[in-house]
């Protein structure tokens, strides 16, 4: 008899291990990447800020200002350098802040001078810093490789003159969209990294452009990122 219960725990201690790793939970999934970092570069566009008169008083009866010549000022295309850091929110959406640094000419056109002098142009170089934030929406989808999205936000535009003589600040909203490219596996919601082309509208309010109300130009960039 004691032998028979000395065998029947042996065999409940052998049989415990193996039962309990039958109860084992599944290994968790890896936790989502939720930071995603970007840099690149395109080319923004012109943007014409409008013609304006420089005049003085005058003593004449009616008080109408007395013109001394006309101003046609405008900012010419430009190579511009971008970095980009986001938080997944969602698979869909993106919140994101992103820098842009460029260096387009300014031009300015001098006219209708009241001496009858000739026009001329006077050009200086500007560097131009946008720091914006906004929000991304991907449509993803089912065996899609090239994943399209929308995107919008809005932020502050510096321009630094020539020699720093001159500093304004605007307001820039933009609004746009693209395609991302995945270099991992299509099917993951935040790949590990990719490539990502931008396309968006910028409206530039005051600033450089003070007096123009909303200015519009077009930016088309590239990057590739990478997710952590």
């Known amino acids: 008899m004691t032998r028979a219960l ?3 725990f042996m065999l409940a201690a052998l049989t ?12 968790r999934p890896p936790a989502p990447r939720r930071l995603e970092l970007g840099i690149g570069g395109g080319v923004a566009g012109g943007l014409s800020l409008g013609t ?21 000022s ?7 350098i971008e970095g980009r850091l986001g938080y997944h929110v969602t698979p869909r959406l993106m919140l994101e802040a992103a820098m842009t640094v460029g260096w387009p000419e300014l031009t300015t056109s ?6 009858g002098a000739p026009a001329v142009d006077a050009t200086e170089s500007v560097t131009e810093y946008v720091i914006t934030g906004g929000a991304v929406w991907r449509f993803t989808g089912p065996r899609r490789r090239w994943t399209p999205f929308v995107s919008g936000g809005a932020g502050v535009a510096r321009h630094v003159h020539e020699d ?13 969209g693209g395609l991302i490219f995945p270099l991992g596996s299509p099917r993951a919601s ?3 990294s990719g490539l990502r082309l931008d396309a968006r509208l910028h409206l530039l309010s005051g600033g450089v452009a003070e007096g123009a109300g909303l200015s519009p130009r077009g930016a088309i960039t590239g990057s590739v990122f990478f997710t952590f």
Request: proline share 9%; no cysteine; hydrophobic share 40%.
């Open 6 to 8: 000395l065998l029947l």
């Open 16 to 27: 415990m291990p193996a039962a309990a790793q039958s109860r084992r939970t599944p290994a």
């Open 52 to 72: 304006r008169d420089a005049s003085l008083l005058s003593n004449n009866t009616s008080g109408s200002p007395f013109r001394l010549f006309a101003t046609d």
């Open 74 to 80: 405008r900012l010419a295309p430009a190579p511009v």
């Open 110 to 115: 001098l006219s209708a001078d009241a001496e």
């Open 164 to 176: 720093q003589t001159l500093i304004e600040s605007g307001v820039d909203s933009y609004v746009g």
């Open 190 to 192: 935040a790949p590990r």
